[in-house]
């Protein structure tokens, strides 16, 4: 029904906002407007429960191109059934991650986003912001959460992340740019509680960036403040991204430990300072006009060894060996 009576030309296929009517919509004001994503009905303007869901299809929202459906279904209790059809689309609430956990994996990591090895794995979702510090700033910011699955083996380290977006935008270098999304790091870790400044480091204290682009794809930058970005001479870093229906998932991959002084290596149970950036091209976002987090950790998690499968038997093991004495024990008492 969704598709019958048109939801999905404004709002995708899967409800990411990507339709195709999506960059056309105006309010009444002749301002654009982007239609609700709905994937994500925490930030419903009209609240997330079904009672408030099923009043803005029915009524529409005033001032906006979202249209009054009442008269439009065939039956009243089709609201009902599109309500229902928008709760089972995403959760209802982000469920934000407070650590990145990296886990540990023995096998080969895949390059491909869509390899069903990502789907094992934990994502830990993180909240973005827009940049509001310095200018431009990005107080109206498209992205604003992006799910992170990492892992580890005893060569690489690899980060699986999706977000949505309503396009996929190389730009045009004028009203549109490259979509982008970075991780951050101290160059090196960092001894105590001191980090480099979050919004990109400054003249004192750089950061990594481990950044990929449309049409550029992943590079290790070296920054100094939100303009002052270098590239850090021979990279090794590597990903792959696809886009479907409203949504990046990409993987980005790194050898864990690093050569250079501009470049972080990785290292099991260390908390180590990360923290996210992301850019909508479509929206006109750019350098210092972002999303982005403050400092978060992430944390490698005990590699994977052979002692969790030596550990039980030996203690069973044991615990006969013990009983046995026991017994010995206690017969040669009763003998007495
Ligand atoms: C012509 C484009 C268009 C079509 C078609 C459309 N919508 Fe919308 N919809 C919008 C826009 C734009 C908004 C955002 C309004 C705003 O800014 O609050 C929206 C918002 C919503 C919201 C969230 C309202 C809130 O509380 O924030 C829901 C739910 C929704 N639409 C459901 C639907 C369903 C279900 C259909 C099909 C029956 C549909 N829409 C068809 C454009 C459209």
Known sequence: MFEAIECHKCH????RADGPSHPELKDEWGNPVAPANLTKRWNFRGGRSRTEIATRIANGVLGTPMPAFLEAVEKPEDIWHLTNYIVSLG???PQPAT???VSSVKDAIPDDPAADFWKKITPNNILLEGQVIVDPRNFNPAIDLVSVRAVYNDKEIAFHLTWDDP?????DGKTTFPD??????????????ERP?????????GVYLLRWEQGKGVSELSAHGPTKLAAIPGGEASGKAVFKNGQYALVMKRSLAATGTERPSFRPRVFTPVAFQAWEGGAGESGPKMSLTSWYYLRLEEPQSNRRFFIPPAVALLTFAVLGLIVRA???????
């Open 330 to 336: 206690a017969r040669s008492r009763a003998v007495q």
């Open 12 to 15: 995708g296929t899967e409800g």
């Open 197 to 205: 400044y979050f919004l990109m480091g400054d003249a004192t204290a």
């Open 99 to 101: 650590l990145v956990t």
């Open 167 to 171: 396009s996929e935008t190389k730009g």
């Open 180 to 193: 982008a999304i970075s991780l951050q790091f101290a160059p090196q870790q960092p001894t105590g509680t």
């Open 91 to 93: 959760p209802d609430s």
